[in-house]
């Protein structure tokens, strides 16, 4: 007997929108109606075990058959089956959450032709509607009768009785009419198939089969290949690989094989620089296999890169990248995360509020710092290597968190430093290395290694044997003001005007020369009143006869910086002070020839602009400068 039944109201809305739409993505019936046959299976195997022996244990499979002539696709399983009323619960009516969230999405969205949005949601069994114009179930439980459901999609579906041996169920699909928009034609070929099968369901734990053609090399009697003569052979073939590499035993699964793995899923030609097998069990449950790349990726600065880790749940494809998994300091990190708590039919929304993820993304950034720990202590060249492509994220991780980060990733720091050459330091190793007088972790900034090191102030430093740490990246004084201080030791610039190693002695002599001087200075002062905030004496040059030094924590270094940054009209300004060095003999004949004003004024603009040079900086007005220079050479052969 054949009954027809109307479809609950919210199912027909959800069916309409399947039957019209053109969404692009519409491959994805495949992988749902292949994951309910794998929930099907899963079933029965449950009810198997807890049967005594009268649910025969039997091997599963699943099965894509494809029939050209009447364009069907079939996808069968020998699962547990429905009884009449599961067809009318289960399919008949929407039941489940995910497609709940979509209806009323869906009655939200003002454009009702939206179709992205099926994309972000996983609307199970009703997603064969977008490629079907009518769909055929027919399915036997182990001790029931076998049953034919019947539908196309629009407002009822028919139930009758129907002759199938084997438990399980089949869904046929009959394929719409190719288009000029959309071809669905190429549901029914071999190569697009195992494209998808591949693409979703790779890892599904049973095998999907199918009959494949293959061209193989003509035998002849004697059991010879004869050359250039080929056949077509049709085998069954699976599909899927089934285990997930993550899903092996840790123990089982070789380093090599997860590199290949790597390559392979994220199109490396190198094997990565550390990669993670992570199994977490306890109040959140989930498999992760964590990559960081030994290079940086050619698009990561790229504004096409996406961040994020593909998400699994038990073994199948929900999202290719969920950029909620990793924070954004750790975007060069690939990967996956398989959690048994995500559900298929999850909205975009649903995870990303999601707590679970949250939680699972926390719990992975500290992994993913940890082990780069470990990786400092173990091969320090390798992390060294893992640095330069990346560490520059990590103070940005610092920075972009206003220091929130700080305990979590200061020890992953390292710098060049004035002490140790052109090797990394730890702040660690630069606080244990640090002489019992010194106050402070010094630094000095700069565009290149070597232009820090010619900074005059850094020659007292060296005088002195204290390391200073050598910063040639922009995001590096941004990153150590966040830092504030490494275990409990503040970080100083040493072109901070408050920087100084200096003993009593020396503090006495610079007060006496500033007061012998005071006209002097603030001669200078009054011609530099545009550029400086201060003159001062100083007693942090060796050589240099002056140099410039800042206030208020904004370095010249942090002004270029914030100044190239778009829509700056060179707004910002770090508060000057130029200090001039007694010692210099250029001093001591200011300081004696008491000069004209307007001797000392034109001295005092080249000996800005020698500061500007030596600190590393581009001076205001090359042409000003030399016409200077020139006039006093002049002078010195008048005389
Ligand atoms: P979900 O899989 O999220 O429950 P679907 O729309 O994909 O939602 O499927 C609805 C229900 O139909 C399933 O929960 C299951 O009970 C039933 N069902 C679908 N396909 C099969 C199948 N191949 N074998 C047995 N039951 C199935
Ligand atoms: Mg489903």
Redesign the pocket.
């Known amino acids: 007997m054949k009954e027809t039944k109307e479809f609950q109201t919210e199912s027909k809305e959800i069916l309409s929108l399947m039957i019209n739409s053109i969404y692009s993505n519409n491959e994805i019936f495949l992988r ?2 292949i ?3 794998s ?2 299976i899963d ?1 029965y195997k449950f009810n198997a075990l807890k049967s005594d022996g009268k649910l025969p244990i039997i091997d599963h499979e699943i099965r894509l058959s494809v029939d050209k002539n009447t364009r069907t696709l079939t ?1 069968s ?1 020998n ?4 009884t009449k009323n ?1 067809l009318i619960n ?2 008949g009516t ?3 959450s ?2 709940k969230a979509f209806v009323k999405k869906l009655k939200e969205a003002t454009d009702k032709n939206d179709f992205n949005i099926i994309g972000q949601f ?5 997603s064969a509607f977008m490629v079907a114009d009518k769909v055929e ?1 027919l ?1 036997k439980t182990a001790n029931g009768k076998a049953f034919l459901f019947t539908s196309d999609g629009k407002d009822s579906y028919t139930i009758e009785d129907a002759k199938k041996e084997e438990t ?2 089949n ?1 046929t699909i009959y394929l719409k009419k190719t288009t000029n928009e959309i071809n669905y034609d190429k549901y029914l070929e071999e190569y697009t198939l195992k494209g998808i099968v591949k693409k979703y369901s790779d890892y599904i734990r049973y095998p999907i089969k199918m009959l494949c053609s293959h061209q193989k090399k003509k035998i002849d009697e004697n059991g010879k290949e004869l050359d250039n003569e080929y056949e077509t052979i049709i085998e069954d073939e699976t599909l899927n690989s089934m285990i997930p590499l993550w899903r092996k035993n840790k123990s089982e699964v070789k380093d090599e094989e997860l590199n290949n793995f790597y390559k392979e899923k994220f199109n490396d030609f190198e094997d990565p620089l550390v990669s993670l097998f992570v199994r977490v069990d306890g109040n959140i449950t989930y498999d992760a296999l964590l990559y960081i790349p030994s290079h940086v990726p050619y698009d990561l600065y790229s504004d096409a890169y996406e961040k994020g880790l593909e998400l699994y749940s038990k073994g199948v494809f929900i999202k290719e990248k969920c950029p909620e998994l990793v924070p954004d300091y750790l975007k060069f990190v690939k990967g996956l995360v398989d959690s048994p708590d995500f ?3 999850i909205s975009r929304e649903i995870l990303q509020q999601s707590p679970m993820m949250k939680k699972i993304s926390e719990n992975i950034e500290k992994k993913i710092v940890s082990r780069l720990g470990e990786l400092m202590k173990e091969d320090f060249d390798k992390y060294t290597k893992f640095f330069e492509a990346f560490g520059e994220h990590l103070k940005f991780g610092i920075y972009s968190t206003y220091g929130a980060k700080k305990d979590l990733l200061e020890n992953l720091l390292v710098y060049h430093s004035l002490v140790n050459e052109d090797k990394y330091i730890s702040l660690k190793e630069y606080k244990e290395k640090m002489l019992s007088e010194q106050k402070y972790i010094y630094y000095a900034s700069g565009d290149s290694l070597d232009s820090i090191k010619l900074l005059p102030q850094i020659e007292k430093y060296r005088k002195m044997g204290i390391d200073v740490l050598l910063l040639d990246k922009k995001i590096d004084e941004f990153a150590i003001m966040m830092l504030r201080d490494y275990d409990k030791i503040e970080f100083k610039s040493i072109t901070d005007e408050s920087a100084n190693e200096i003993t009593e002695e020396e503090k006495k002599k610079i007060e006496t020369v500033t007061n012998e001087n005071m006209r002097l200075l603030d001669t200078i002062k009054e011609a530099l009143k545009s550029e400086v905030d201060d003159v001062v004496i100083s007693s942090k040059l060796v050589d240099a006869p002056v140099c410039l030094s800042t206030k208020d924590g904004l370095s010249l270094e942090m002004e270029k910086t914030l100044n190239e940054q778009p829509g700056m009209n060179n707004e910002v300004k770090a508060q000057k002070v130029l200090e001039i060095n007694p010692e210099h003999d250029l001093f001591k004949i200011l300081s004696t020839i008491q000069a004209d004003d307007d001797t000392i004024k034109e001295y005092a603009s080249i000996l800005f602009d020698e500061a500007m040079i030596l600190e590393g900086r581009e001076i205001k007005n090359r042409g000003e400068f030399i016409s200077k220079l020139n006039s006093l050479m002049i002078k010195a052969f008048k005389k």
């Open positions: 749902e109606l994951s309910n046959a929930d099907a079933k996808i399983d699962g547990i089956g429905m599961d289960n399919l929407i039941a489940k995910g497609s996983g609307v199970g069994f009703y179930v399915t399980g169920t869904i559900n298929l039919n």
